[in-house]
């Protein structure tokens, strides 16, 4: 079973950048679509970004579409999640998550498609 820590999680102002790491431990990551989730205080996990396993196809959500881009180099088992613009209603704890033996070209956006997650990184953007 791969492991995932995330980390780069930060205080940071409404329209600066941020990047994110998530680093898989136990299994090579190439088996894996990834994704990224967050959970903001009161509400509900919900979807932001995902990638297939070779990196060849992306999604967004419309709330983060334009602003971050999901990337991940497999010969490092890291997956990445670079923020731009950030407003603080992107203010969450951001986890990353694995799917195993994806349908090649795949992503995912959904949290039950997901295998494994990691234990979240907090993200706070001030006004």
């Known amino acids: 079973q791969v492991q995932l820590v995330e980390s780069g999680g930060k205080l940071v102002q409404a329209g600066a950048s941020l990047r994110l790491s998530c680093v898989a431990a136990?299994?090579?990551?190439?088996?894996?679509?990834m994704g990224w989730f967050r959970q903001a205080p009161g509400k509900e996990r919900e979807f932001a970004a995902a990638?297939?396993?070779?990196?060849?196809?992306?999604r967004y959500s419309d709330s983060v579409a334009g602003r971050f881009t999901i990337s991940r180099d497999n010969a490092k088992n890291t997956v990445s999640l670079q923020m731009n613009s950030l407003k603080p209603e992107d203010t969450a704890v951001y986890y990353c998550?694995?799917?195993?033996?994806?349908?090649?070209?795949?992503?995912?956006?959904?949290?039950?498609?997901?295998?494994?997650w990691g234990q979240g990184t907090q993200v706070t953007v001030s006004s």
């Open positions: 990638i297939s396993s070779f990196g060849g196809s992306t």
């Open positions: 136990g299994r090579a990551l190439s088996n894996y679509a």
């Open positions: 998550a694995a799917r195993r033996f994806p349908s090649p070209g795949n992503t995912y956006s959904r949290e039950s498609e997901y295998n494994t």
